[in-house]
């Protein structure tokens, strides 16, 4: 069977990182930015590891300079998502890139996002929430502006915040305020955790930040104490294997992949592309890999996006109503 129209929640997806190859270099051209460095010559991203990618990400996001931008690329990304059976997505987007951490510069990409979201619903029947992220190596004085300009601008729209980029950039306790200042405004809370660093980074983040989900999380398979509280607390971790894969983040491909194992253990696992064009993924193809490794099928899918629509970031009403169309799944 494809699982293509199969109607699914995706939880963990870069705005940014989701901007297909082309768009970038529209933009570039269309600018006079010169990018050639970061593209193959089939036209893909080119970046060698993680560290590498972070660079190629980001030079990518120097084309994205206006509020109208960020309206053309949200509605370009929703399209592709919704071509791929995606009824409710959750993207993190940085304010870092849309006005420099600027509050009233963010208000005018913020707006132009949730235009975008309001055209991909009426258009092709997606809902989008999002999710503002400071960016870790960026550091931790950085990471202030970012959660300030999500606690002004937290809405119907604007409904979480977390922190994406290199892992192995401080300690989670050294990011407190950003996450106490988000917390305090009432938004819902995520942080990548667990994708480069050990175990004992995923435990951190919960004591010291305490999200309601992680993202990534699949290095706590190496402690199996942890995996035991993260199955007892229900803390959902929004897992993207493709990435993991491509990246080389866990080993022994696809078959080795732990998210089999943590749901096995009873952790509430879910699924996602983390920044699909990049990893040359798309939401049928990570569940094509996770049939194919390990003859999951529509049982396994369909508890897999009522465990993602449990754990997102939205209202009561929102959940309801997508929850009906995941029923309505054939
Ligand atoms: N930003 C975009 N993709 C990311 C990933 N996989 N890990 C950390 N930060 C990211
Ligand atoms: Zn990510």
Redesign the pocket.
């Known amino acids: 069977m494809s699982w293509q129209s199969f109607p699914k929640v995706e939880l963990h997806l870069?705005l940014e990182?989701a901007a297909p190859p082309a768009f970038i270099r529209g933009l570039a051209a269309e600018k006079k930015i010169d990018l050639r460095g970061i593209f193959r010559e089939d036209g893909s991203y080119a970046y060698e590891n993680?560290e590498h990618?972070?660079t190629v990400?980001e030079a990518a996001c120097t084309v994205l300079t206006t509020p109208e931008d960020y309206r053309r690329l949200t509605l370009a990304v929703l399209e592709e998502s919704a071509a791929h059976g995606v009824v409710y997505s959750e993207t993190?987007v940085s304010p870092d890139f849309c006005g420099g951490g600027d509050v009233e510069a963010w208000r005018d990409y913020l707006a132009a996002m949730e235009e975008a979201a309001a055209e991909a619903e009426r258009k092709f029947g997606i809902t989008l929430k999002a999710i503002v992220t400071s960016i870790r190596h960026f550091g931790p004085d950085k990471a202030r502006a970012p959660a300030i300009c999500a606690a002004e601008t937290k809405g119907a729209f604007l409904t979480g915040y977390g922190m994406?980029?290199?892992?192995m950039v401080g300690r989670p306790g050294d990011y407190t305020w950003a996450f106490d200042c988000a917390r305090e405004a009432g938004l819902h809370l995520t942080c990548?955790a667990g994708?480069w660093g050990g175990p004992d980074m995923v435990a951190d983040t919960l004591r010291d930040l305490a999200p309601e989900r992680i993202?990534?999380g699949v290095n706590a398979i190496h402690d199996p104490a942890l995996v035991d509280r993260l199955a007892e607390a229900g803390t959902v971790l929004e897992v993207?294997p493709g990435?993991n894969v491509v990246?080389n983040a866990t080993p022994g491909g696809w078959s080795g992949h732990p998210i089999a194992r943590l749901r096995e253990r009873g952790v509430r696992v879910t699924v996602s592309t983390?920044?699909p064009p990049f990893f040359h993924t798309t939401m049928t193809r990570e569940y094509e890999g996770l049939e194919k490794a390990f003859g999951w099928g529509e049982e396994e899918f369909r508890a897999l996006n009522r465990t993602a629509l449990d754990a997102a970031f939205c209202d009561a009403d929102t959940k309801t109503r997508i929850g009906t169309l995941l029923e309505g799944t054939p």
């Open positions: 870069h990182g993680f990618f972070l990400y993190f994406a980029g290199a892992e990548h994708e993202g990534h993207c990435s990246l983390d920044d």
